[in-house]
């Protein structure tokens, strides 16, 4: 034992690790091109994602979209190419994006995005942007001190209020300007090259003034130079309250880089530490609230029914007789065992169970190990669809064993049901809201050939695999129970003359 442990140990420096598919570093030489994708518009407020060139924004030549995966899809992610451009460690300031004629429809969308707090999505090496603010928190000493904090993307605009210089209050404001603060690591010792660690926006709205004509990206501009960069003191972009039919419009941008200590592996600890804003803590709390208060008023009424039970027990127990007659509770002790007034449906419902308890255990496993990183976009989505697909073999192995157990011989019906009932309702809810989703012009609709995807995983894998998984069920020995059930609860009487009440599950 002690030489096999021996090799083993001999054995380690052999081993090597390996990256998951989607998810390898990628190493930038100085000067080279860093691409800069875009993605959805969120809000909290709507549940509606839309297309980043839903709104009219500066854009290439050629709108092409990145491969993405059914997860993606789903989800509703929208990743396309942008005009961005961005060298690596190349410092760039008050660069020109594009000029903008907005006619009064255009800002009147900007500015219901705006009141809706619309966030834009980008992303930087397969890093999403991030927003840093600050608060202020006592700490344990009871002193203050800033608490750093991050946001999913950044805000397309702001309102104005009394609080914010230069603005009036209601009038819908965009952020024209962008800087980007891009963080690289380096490790000469381990490889060659720059890898991106941290990709966050600072959005600010400046209503820009030019010096001479326009003249694409080589104009000058007065509000923002090299040494007079743009802050949010400056009068900002207004997109409501404009009297004119047309307004022009400034896009620009900055790109800083800094050095970090953090390592590629642990570039991702900062967007899962964020406060998600599409997570509702009112509505959590107040189902879990909900959940245990009826939790315990089911607590307090069955022991509240044991303790009379009780009671009558300790009255009676110098009777003999009565010892040996069961009562109360004790009527229906086997009562688990009688077959439902709709054994198809329970057997049904529990099948069901087994494919969704196998599902989401199975998807904590591999989230245990590594393969269903936040880096590998739509993998979670993918995967829950997937494994529901495929557990559907154990529905159907367990929903039959069930059904064999209240004597039932009708399978074939019992699997159809199995393989239609949750799988139909889930589809069916889904289909309605795709549509309302879809006439709202949104990309969280799903597309049709999507569609028709998801219903290939239905009937071409998930029916045949409920099918097999019955045909295996309905062939082993029929399971016997542990105890016959007992009296029917409706024909018996206890020793005191109280009728029972027909069992439930009669």
């Known amino acids: 034992m002690l030489f096999f442990l021996l090799e083993l140990l001999l054995l380690l420096p052999a081993v090597n690790a390996f990256y998951l598919p989607g998810v390898a570093p990628r190493q930038y030489q100085y000067g080279e091109s860093v691409e800069l994708k875009v993605n959805k518009l969120d809000s909290v407020q709507t549940q509606l994602p839309y297309d980043y060139y839903s709104l009219p924004f500066c854009q290439p030549n050629t709108i092409t979209e990145s491969a993405e995966n059914l997860g993606e899809v789903l989800s509703g992610d929208r990743i396309e190419n942008s005009v961005y451009q961005l060298q690596m460690k190349m410092v760039e300031s008050c660069k020109i994006l594009c000029k903008m004629d907005y006619s009064k429809d255009d800002l009147k969308l900007f500015e219901e995005r705006i009141r809706e707090d619309y966030r834009v999505n980008m992303i930087v090496d397969n890093l999403p942007s991030a927003t840093k603010f600050y608060t202020q928190e006592v700490n344990e000493e009871g002193e203050l001190e800033y608490i750093t904090h991050y ?48 990709f966050e926006v600072e959005p600010f709205s400046v209503e820009h003034e030019i010096d001479g004509v326009y003249q694409g990206t080589h104009t000058r501009l007065l509000t923002c130079t090299p040494l007079n960069k743009v802050t949010a003191g400056m009068r900002p972009q207004p997109v409501s309250g404009v009297e004119s039919d047309r307004t022009e419009i400034i896009w620009t941008y900055d790109v800083q880089w800094g050095k970090s200590d953090v390592k590629w592996a642990s570039r991702w600890d900062v967007y899962l530490k964020m406060t998600d804003s599409q997570i509702h803590w009112f509505s959590i709390i107040n ?17 509240r029914t044991l303790h009379r039970d009780f009671r009558r027990y300790n009255e009676i127990e110098n009777d003999e007789e009565a010892k040996r007659e069961e009562t109360g509770w004790k009527l229906v002790h086997a009562d688990v065992f009688r077959p439902p ?22 998807t904590l496993f591999f989230a245990v ?37 209240f004597n039932l011989t009708n399978w074939i019906q019992l699997t159809f049901w199995t393989a239609i009932s949750f799988p139909g309702i889930a589809f069916t809810i889904f289909f309605v809201l795709n549509m309302m989703v879809w006439g709202e012009k949104s990309t969280g609709a799903v597309p049709f050939g999507t569609l028709v995807a998801l219903l290939v995983l239905w009937f071409g894998i ?6 097999l998984g019955s045909y295996f069920g309905f062939k082993r020995e029929k399971p016997k129970p542990v105890k016959q059930p007992g009296l029917n609860p409706d024909t018996s009487q206890n020793k005191l003359g109280i009728s029972r009440p027909l069992s439930p599950l009669q």
């Open 287 to 303: 189902s879990t609230a909900i959940v245990l208060f009826l939790s315990a008023m089911l607590a307090m009424i069955m022991m």
């Open 341 to 362: 007034s709709f054994p198809t449906l329970l057997c049904v419902l529990v099948g069901t169970g087994y494919q969704l308890l196998g599902m989401a255990v199975t």
């Open 369 to 405: 190990l590594g393969f269903l990183s936040p880096a590998n976009r739509g993998a979670l989505m993918l995967a829950l669809l997937l494994l529901f697909v495929f557990m559907g073999v154990f529905a159907g192995y367990g929903g039959t064993r069930l059904y064999r157990f």
């Open 462 to 467: 998930s029916v045949p695999l409920v099918y």
């Open 151 to 198: 946001d999913k993307g950044y805000a397309l605009g702001f309102l104005g209020s009394n609080q914010i210089a230069l603005t009036e209050t209601g009038v819908a404001y965009v952020n024209n300007h962008i800087r980007f603060h891009l963080f690289y690591h380096e490790d000469p010792s381990s490889f060659t090259g720059y890898r991106i660690v941290g």
